[in-house]
């Protein structure tokens, strides 16, 4: 298989990959979102962010951030508390009921995959979280664009 292949096959399947990350979204209890989850991960990973920050780690819109951080509030997940540096700005934080949720959005996410990688040999999930979180790694935090026409042809939708 030539190089070109390569990535046209490794396009096919990271799209296919997409398709796994439904199922597990369609696992999530009634009322959960997958933004939901991220949101409660990415505040478990990072800790306290102002909201401005947690939308640049989603990739997505202030006001669609706002959506998820206001809807979060009111279900008592998140703390939303004044920024001492800045009042007109917010901290968020989760709380201990956001901490429960979490793991059990996270317990759902692991025996659905447990259940589905049954066959799967300890090595080759370790193997494959690998991969995975290398291939993560390669596009964190670094926009690239191409503007090479001969390599890329430009393609329209």
């Known amino acids: 298989m030539g190089e070109r292949a390569q990535y046209e096959e490794l396009t096919r ?8 990350r439904r199922q597990l979204d369609r696992n999530l209890p009634g009322g959960c979102s997958s933004g939901t989850a991220v949101v409660l991960a990415l505040l478990d990973r990072d800790g ?3 909201i401005g920050r947690l939308a640049e780690l989603l990739g997505v819109d202030m006001s669609v951030t706002s959506r998820h951080v206001a809807d979060l509030a009111e279900r008592g997940w998140i703390d ?3 920024d ?12 201990p009921e956001g901490r429960d949720r979490l793991a059990e959005l996270s317990d759902r996410a692991a025996e659905l995959l447990a259940l589905r990688l049954s066959d799967w040999s300890d090595e080759d999930i370790r193997r494959l979280t690998s991969l995975l979180s290398r291939l993560r ?9 191409i503007d090479t026409p001969t390599r890329i042809p430009a393609v329209t939708c």
């Open 13 to 20: 399947q990271l799209s296919a990959v997409g398709a796994v």
């Open 48 to 50: 306290d962010l102002r």
């Open 80 to 82: 939303r508390s004044p």
């Open 84 to 95: 001492p540096a800045d009042r007109r700005s917010r901290i968020l934080r989760l709380t």
């Open 137 to 145: 790694a390669s596009f964190d935090d670094t926009p690239t664009r």
